[in-house]
């Protein structure tokens, strides 16, 4: 008699715990029912519920608009005054120094229009990095600058085809900043043209940048700004160039250029045309125009290059495959 009294104990306090577990796990599931016209509110009905929104509503801007803290932007913009002109970094197997040539293409990307040590500036970087996938650090390191050149880059004419004679326009000399350029390197291709076309009037109506035109709104034979410094290269063209230019390094001519495909215009905006030594660009990002393009130029369907402030490729939004923004963590 003891040995089933004995089983029938432990069967039974088995079967009351699992009872309990059941109990205990139907508990924790539940999930209780608000009716939509309901707020749930905590502690004091009057006050409690506005705190906690306000505080909740503090940490959404905070999150979004100014991401870094006073000490995390501190360090930030410290970082950033060094970084401006002492970063170094490698490029078309040439060592650069900063990132001050690429200021205005960055607080464009950043949509923040303010100097290099500001918070703002700062605070920009740190949403741009976020919305990246990148650590929002606000600071335009050599991560956070490769992920800006990606960005660029994604931006451009992806097929380099030679354009057939058909795609081709033959521009009036009048266009070209020399005046003696030869006939055969007139040619741009005809969306390109008359995409640069509708940007030139553009700029000439923008009276800020007083840039000379005749009556009828074209650019003054006088005035060299925004007039075409190079835009379809044959094959045959480039391969000349590169001959002359032999060290110039993949920063320099490239073996297949954009400029063959016509959609790729050379775009006088100060100093020297087309020399990418720094003190030469740095001139020509401080122009007004080239300014003016920064923040226009898309508009018209052209993408800089951001390496040259001269070089604009007509890459339409439609034609765009790759997002604005791109994830990117490794560190060339
Ligand atoms: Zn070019």
């Avoid at 039974?12 to 939509?36: D, H, R, S, W, Y």
């Avoid at 006073?70 to 002109?85: D, L, V």
């Avoid at 950043?110 to 976020?130: H, K, L, M, P, T």
Wanted: charged fraction near 15%.
């Amino acid at each position: 008699m003891q040995k089933p009294l004995h089983n029938f104990l432990i069967l039974f306090v088995i079967g009351a715990a699992l009872c309990f577990v059941i109990a205990i796990e139907a508990q924790v599931i539940v999930i209780p029912k608000v009716p939509t016209n309901q707020t749930i509110t905590v502690g004091n009905q009057n006050s409690a519920p506005r705190q906690i929104s306000q505080q909740i509503n503090t940490t959404f801007n905070n999150l979004n608009n100014s991401p870094l803290s006073p000490a995390s932007s501190s360090f930030a913009i410290a970082q950033n005054f060094t970084h401006r002109n002492g970063l170094k970094w490698n490029f078309g197997g040439k060592s650069q120094n900063g990132w001050f040539i690429y200021q205005p293409l960055i607080t464009d990307l950043i949509e923040v229009d303010a100097n290099a040590d500001a918070n703002a500036f700062a605070q920009g970087v740190a949403r741009w990095q976020r919305r990246a996938g990148l650590f929002p650090n606000g600071i335009v390191d050599e991560i956070t600058l490769s992920a800006m050149f990606k960005t660029w880059q994604s931006n451009r004419v992806y097929t380099v085809e030679t354009a057939t004679p058909a795609q081709l326009v033959h521009a009036p000399i009048s266009d070209f900043y020399d005046p003696t350029r030869a006939d055969d390197l007139l040619y741009v291709e005809r969306e390109t043209y008359n995409a640069y076309k509708k940007m030139v009037r553009a700029a000439v109506a923008d009276k800020s940048l007083k840039l000379g035109a005749n009556t009828s709104g074209e650019l003054a034979s006088t005035e060299p700004f925004m007039k075409i410094v190079s835009a379809f290269r044959s094959p045959e063209y480039q391969a000349k160039l590169r001959r002359a230019s032999p060290n110039s390094g993949r920063a320099g001519l490239a073996m297949k250029s954009v400029h063959s495909s016509g959609r790729a215009l050379d775009i006088y905006v100060g100093g020297e045309p087309v020399t990418t030594k720094d003190y030469n660009r740095a001139i020509q990002i401080n122009t007004p125009v080239y300014r003016w393009l920064v923040k226009n130029a898309g508009k018209f369907g052209f993408k800089p290059y951001f390496y040259e402030p001269w070089h604009w490729e007509y890459a339409p939004e439609t034609n765009n495959k790759v997002p604005p923004v791109i994830i990117n963590t490794e560190n060339n």
